[in-house]
């Protein structure tokens, strides 16, 4: 492939820029196969939207291999809500087919206009709806995996944990059958807040509705760079009637768009401000505010799900010691280090030593040849 194109492939959204041997794009699983049994080490790429460098070709040693050419959608069965894609198939591709249908795939991470499948499988991703849908994998029901020595399997629920959330390092996820939803009337509504306390007493009373599909939090900072003042701002989402005695406004239509609009707004607006590092550290709701007066204190802007504990903390480029102290303090905190991103490359450091060991017996087990996503994860 010409350098030039192959510098496209040699990072991901993180910005973390590796080096590639080659770059090949397979268009079937038995193209897939074929190159990966005659292949020494190779790395797989979705959308190229992960946020750790895990796509990302390392040494001038790896061949990337793009899925983007495998978008086939296929096996929609009404009656059983499920459908049958390749791993190519970008989220936002299939929920415009599912529309149709009235049904959707329920996950929804913020990059759903680029993410692909394959790549939410990988890195088990979450999203804003994960307070009542959960994560990627919970809708998963097999997926089809091509191992190091180019064979194909189907795994089923037994043995999804070791493709889903793997980050690429196991196998190549080519095919999935995946669980829908009904697509539901939804509405929406702008909570502002003054205090922290106020705000995890509210998250905590609309956790126990069944109803709520979405608690998204934004710090003073961040409602004030998305013009909603400076107070802590909640987007809440329902699905359904509202609550008797509930008299929030919760609007529909346009307003509704509008605030969901808002909410994508925030990668982008925190990037123009030179906020590039995007961490996802995951905490009990409980000890969620000192996770949020750290930031504060420190001066990092921060949003996220708070509904499931998962907040993004934005640092410069220059604050790597900032990102460590924050990982330290998550770890007190009994917290998780990424509750959606995965670990990569950029997060590798901060794995814990346990939880090392069983990643390293995971990746002997499946991938014997030593020939996935090298350097990643472990
Ligand atoms: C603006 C923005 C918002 C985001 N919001 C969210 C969010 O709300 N929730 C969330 O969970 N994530 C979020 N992310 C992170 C990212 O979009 C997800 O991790 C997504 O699932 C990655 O999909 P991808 O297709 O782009 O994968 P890639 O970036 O291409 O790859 C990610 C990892 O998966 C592996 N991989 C990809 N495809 C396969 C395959 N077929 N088989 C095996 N391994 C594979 C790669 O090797 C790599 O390790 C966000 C990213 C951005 C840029």
Redo the contacts with the bound molecule.
């Keep these: 492939m010409n350098k030039n194109l192959i510098k496209v492939y040699e990072r ?2 993180s910005g973390f820029e590796g080096r590639a041997l080659d770059v090949v794009f397979p268009r079937n699983v038995v193209e897939v196969c074929r190159i990966v049994a005659n292949t020494k080490r190779i ?10 460098g ?2 990302v070709p390392q040494n001038g040693l790896d061949v990337v291999l793009d ?1 983007s050419k495998m978008d086939k959608i296929y096996g929609f069965d009404n009656e059983r809500k499920t459908v049958e894609v390749e ?2 198939v ?1 989220l936002d591709e299939l929920q415009g087919y599912l529309g149709r249908f009235g049904l959707e795939f329920p996950v ?4 759903h206009a ?15 709806r994960a307070i009542k849908y959960g994560k ?1 994998s919970n809708w998963v029901k097999w997926v089809d ?1 091509v191992d190091c020595y180019g064979e194909l399997y189907r795994k089923g629920i037994t043995e999804l944990s070791d ?1 889903c959330g ?9 095919r999935a059958c995946l669980k829908l939803s009904s697509v539901k009337k939804r509405s929406a509504s702008l909570v502002r807040v003054e205090s922290l306390e106020e705000v995890i007493g509210l998250v905590r009373n609309l956790k126990m509705d069944a109803n709520i599909s979405m608690i998204e939090f934004f710090d003073k900072q961040v409602s004030e760079w998305l013009e909603l003042g400076k107070v802590y701002s909640l987007i809440v989402e329902r699905e359904g009637e509202s609550l008797e005695g509930d008299n929030r406004e919760w609007v529909v239509g346009a307003e509704y768009d509008r605030l969901m609009s808002l909410r994508d707004r925030v ?2 607006v925190l990037s123009g401000k030179e906020l590039l590092i ?1 961490e ?1 550290p995951k905490v009990l709701l409980d000890r969620s505010d000192k996770l949020i007066a750290w930031c504060e204190a420190k001066g990092v802007p921060v949003f996220g ?1 708070i509904g499931v504990g998962i907040f993004h903390p934005r640092f410069r480029k220059d604050q790597k010691e900032l990102v460590s102290e924050m990982m330290k303090l998550v770890k007190r905190l009994g917290g998780q280090i990424s509750g ?3 670990i ?1 490359v950029l997060k590798k450091e901060f794995v814990d030593a346990n939880d090392k060991k069983i990643l390293i017996n995971v990746k002997k087990r499946t991938d014997s040849l030593n020939k ?2 090298l350097g ?2 472990i």
């Design positions: 991901d959204a790395v797989v790429r979705g959308g190229g939207s992960g946020l750790v895990g796509c899925l791993a190519g970008i929804k991470p913020s990059s680029i993410a692909t499948i394959g790549g939410m499988i990988a890195t088990d991703a979450v999203g804003s990627t995996v493709y793997m980050e690429g390092i196991t196998g190549v996820v080519v990668g982008p995007y996802d799900h959606e991103h995965g990569g996935f996503n990643k994860v």
